[in-house]
């Protein structure tokens, strides 16, 4: 049994196993000790400030397999991005170039570069291990993420965001970043990223163009993957789509991978979302569902087949179940179906 829980200070190795095997463009997670320590240390601490307002809390969680204590993955939360360091973006526009003396009259495609995200709360850092991809595993990943939103809505913005992978190369190349460079850069794609993820976003201010890009400039390689997803992404990305996340035209300033946006109260597995009362007991019609505890400081949840009581409200969980979420009878819990 998977059971997601607040990272630990003991889980430096395991996050740096799966900052190594998620690969270039994941910039969440740069290979980097500083770095994975710094996160650690951020999202202790924001797990302990009980915060009744977004703000520049980071929520870092893993997903422990119960048997074994081999961390398999990550997932994460950021309450207000772009609060204590600036959140770029770019956003696809259309400019008509009209002119009826001539009749001409031109469509055109422009990035404009912006901070339009500040103050949202992203999901972000889902990273499952490749040989625990397997039944409800990713769907608990992810969406254990809007358990917690639901569960506990003072903490996070109305706004809810996703930044998904752009297209890029084993090398971790982009053919995005590579016109981008040619133009204003002189680094490599996998450096700008890297220093993007430690934290050194100055050289982003320093040298992108502050005028909006006419798309039709670029160069074939790089309009083609603009608003394209890596091909290890896909899944997410129809994950989220499925919760009701949608595009409006952001996409990311290194690899163009597109930005999707959800209200928080319309995501799907929020809004089908209930609570109950902890029953510990087997029931012969049990069923799929994500559930998780209401103690954010101890935030448990995890996938297992429970029996729901309507008339009691009440969930009627195992003991095994119970005692990975760290509940007893009468304690409340919060459910999705799956």
Known sequence: MLVIRPIKKTDFDALMLCAVESGHGFTSLPVNDELIQGRIDHSVDSFGRDAQAPGTEGYLMVAEDTETGEIAGTTGIEAAIGMDNPFYSYHISKVVHHSRRLNV???????????????????????????????????????CRFLMLAQFPEKFSDVIFAEMRGVSDEEGNSPFWKWLKEHFFSIDFTLADYLTGIGQKGFIADLMPKLPIYVNL????????????????????????????????????????????????????????????????????AQDYLICNSDFQNFRATSAKIGVDEERN?????????????????????LVSV
């Open 314 to 334: 009440e969930a009627l969980i195992s003991q095994e179940v119970a005692d990975a979420l760290s509940v007893k009878n009468g304690d409340n819990v919060r």
């Open 105 to 143: 009259h031109n469509v055109v495609e422009v990035l404009t570069f912006g901070n339009n995200y500040t103050g949202a709360t992203e999901i972000c850092t889902l990273f499952l291990r490749p040989e625990f991809r397997g039944g409800l595993n990713g769907k608990l990943l992810s969406k």
């Open 218 to 285: 670029l160069s074939d390689e790089a309009r083609a993957v603009i608003g394209e997803v890596h091909e290890k992404t896909r899944p997410a990305l129809r994950l989220l789509e499925k919760e009701g996340f949608t595009r409006r035209g952001y996409v990311d300033i290194f690899d163009a991978g597109p930005t999707v946006e959800c209200l928080r109260q319309n995501i799907d597995s929020i809004r089908r979302s209930f609570t109950a009362r902890v029953k510990i007991a087997e029931h012969s019609s």
